[in-house]
């Protein structure tokens, strides 16, 4: 069982960044997969990015080349690093574990 807790969530200019941060706990022996998606309103949720347990990552082609998934294995967490905001990135932010457990969320809203 895996419980994930979103922060860092907020408003942000046009052009600016925002780090989300998303840590783990409960029990479990590997987190796997870390993801993030977004859901904005009236929309499904998307899919943003996601990290393996070795490092590689793979991103939505709309935020390609602007935001930046990590994680910290020991600290049972995983980021989203978010540059070049635009206002089509306002959303729920949700990371999940495996695609199967989930965050409640942070919201990111962005200002023109």
């Known amino acids: 069982q895996v419980q994930l807790v979103e922060s860092g969530g907020g408003s942000v200019q046009a052009g600016g960044s925002l780090r989300l941060s998303c840590v783990a706990s409960g029990s479990f022996s590997s987190l796997g997969t870390m993801s993030w998606y977004r859901q904005a309103p009236g929309k499904e949720r998307e899919f943003v990015a996601h990290?393996?347990?070795?490092?590689?990552?793979y991103y939505a082609d709309s935020v390609k080349g602007r935001f930046t998934i990590s994680r910290d294995n020991a600290k049972n967490m995983v980021a989203l690093k978010m540059n070049s905001v635009k206002p089509e990135d306002t959303a729920d932010y949700y990371c999940s574990s495996r695609a199967l457990y989930w965050g409640q969320g942070t919201q990111v809203a962005v200002c023109s």
């Open positions: 990290i393996t347990t070795d490092g590689r990552t």
